[in-house]
């Protein structure tokens, strides 16, 4: 018997697929994403929207307040860690948390290095812009990645930016020869060994979540279409008119994300999305995909 | 064999991938009136609470008792174990009320609990890989179901006629010997058809 391997991790990842995770700040909220058919939770004090408004440095959740999720729900529970900050993350799993988000809406404990992953049985997911960060975060020990997006703003341009950007890099390594292979993962700052095993698959060896930005049904449906394995909402849906109403429409969005008669359906009557934010009116300093490449 | 996989939610491609290195066709189900074309349905690992609100949602729940009544076989693995059970331990309301047994969630804990060991399993001639993930257990069964495998002495592998149950993810191993066994019964079912 063995557990923390990396199939059972990776599994559990699996099993999220189709899926949408939910930021919850409270038990209460916990039990509105469930009842609304979340496949996990991720506990957190402030939703990304509320970090850039509050300012400041934002850290691991109060294990009082994961505790008290974990307590109210039975499906998975994460929780984020910073950064590079190991001891928030064996915190985190000490508490029993399901899953880690090694996450840039926190402040980055370490600019240069993340959290060797392997070192724990719990598994990790963590954001990636690009081949050349999913790729580093796999070889870390990650178990899944996501897109980063631009968390908070509500504006999905930039997780569509990831995931066309990811999956064209994965094409296009599909088709390089041998020797070509060799330059490439020089060029992308990634071990050979995973990048022949993108060649050979035609796929990351992890399930790859759209997150950052997702505010409506038709976003998260929109990257399902681009090929998201499943969606993270983090503002969009406790930072919304109706939050019951906008959880369970995205849900259904994100299952039957090529039914447009039903996405027009489910996205009648919910009232004003979350408020957005124009990317290109974000100061470089406030841009949290930028941090932990 | 055409086998369905349930794809409300949860590991459908790598059931699809199974069933094809088993020598079936694979079909992702997204829609009742789709059952009609398959031989036999497979109900993924996911999560249990997401899937049964879909079913409900999209009228799968008399759909698949139809399903199953005309004869042709369900396979459940974690999750969809969960949702074949008739009764749950806990909360959570039960969904198909298939088989005959009653079903505890989670019950081996968390994810920092979970695993993955070698497991005999009848029917199949040497022990099969398999990966435990936030896993239900069997707690008990009725007299029409037979138990196909144990852990520690706990059930993990049910058959009751037509339907067949797993605790665990048969779809994440390369091992295809328990789809095999599936498209089986589903070849029988459709002999007994004719």
Do not use: W
């Amino acid at each position: 018997m063995e557990t923390g391997t990396s199939r059972v991790k990776r599994g559990m990842a699996e099993m999220q697929k189709g899926g949408v995770i939910m930021d919850v700040m409270s038990a209460e909220q916990a039990k509105i994403a469930e009842a609304a058919g979340a496949t996990a939770v991720m506990a957190l004090e402030r939703v990304p929207s509320d970090i850039r408004a509050a300012g400041g440095v934002a850290r691991m959740a109060n294990p009082e307040l994961v505790e008290q999720v974990m307590k109210v729900v039975s499906i998975p529970v994460m929780a984020k860690a910073r950064i590079g900050h190991y001891v928030e993350a064996k915190v985190l799993e000490s508490l029993g948390v399901d899953y880690i988000d090694e996450s840039e809406v926190l402040t980055p404990a370490d600019e240069v290095f993340h959290i060797d992953k392997t070192l724990f049985t719990i598994p990790f997911v963590c954001g990636a812009k690009d081949l050349g960060e999913a790729l580093r975060r796999i070889q870390e020990g990650a178990s899944m990645l996501r897109t980063k997006g631009e968390p908070g703003t509500g504006n999905i341009v930039e997780a569509v930016r990831h995931m066309r950007l990811i999956n064209g890099q994965i094409r296009k390594v599909q088709n390089l020869s041998k020797d070509e292979l060799y330059n490439e993962a020089k060029v992308l700052g990634v071990p050979y060994d995973l990048l022949l095993n993108i060649h050979e698959t035609g796929r990351l060896p992890v399930v790859n979540f759209a997150a950052g930005g997702v505010a409506t049904p038709s976003d998260a449906a929109l990257m399902m279409h681009l090929g998201a394995d499943g969606v993270f909402v983090g503002s969009g849906i406790f930072k919304s008119d109706s939050p019951e109403k906008f959880a369970r429409a995205i849900v259904e969005a994100t299952t039957h994300y090529e039914d447009y008669e039903l996405i027009a359906r489910v996205s009648k009557d919910l009232g004003e999305p979350m408020k957005g934010i124009d990317i290109s009116k974000l100061h470089a300093a406030d841009r949290m995909q930028d941090r932990g490449l | 064999m055409r086998i369905g996989v349930l794809a409300l939610q949860g590991a459908v491609a790598e059931h699809v991938r199974s069933i094809e290195l088993a020598g079936g066709e694979g079909v992702a189900i997204k829609r009742a009136e789709q059952l009609a074309d398959i031989d036999g349905l497979i109900i993924p690992g996911g999560e249990s609470t997401t899937i049964g609100k879909l079913m409900r949602k999209y009228d799968f729940m008399d759909a698949i008792r139809t399903f199953s009544e005309s004869g042709k076989p369900v396979f459940g693995t974690c999750a969809g174990l969960i949702v074949l059970a008739e009764r749950l331990e806990g909360a959570e309301e039960p969904h198909l009320r298939l088989m005959n047994m009653t079903v505890a969630r989670n019950a081996f804990g968390r994810q920092r609990e979970s695993f993955e060991t070698d497991l005999d399993v009848t029917g199949i001639e040497t022990p099969l890989r398999a990966v435990f993930i936030r896993a239900p257990l069997i707690k008990e069964v009725g007299e029409n179901v037979d138990v196909l495998s144990t852990y520690k002495g706990e059930i993990v592998t049910a058959r009751q006629g037509n339907l067949l149950a797993s605790s665990y993810h048969p779809e994440l191993t390369d091992d295809y010997r328990l789809h095999s066994y599936f498209i089986e019964m589903a070849r029988q079912a459709a002999g007994e058809r004719g």
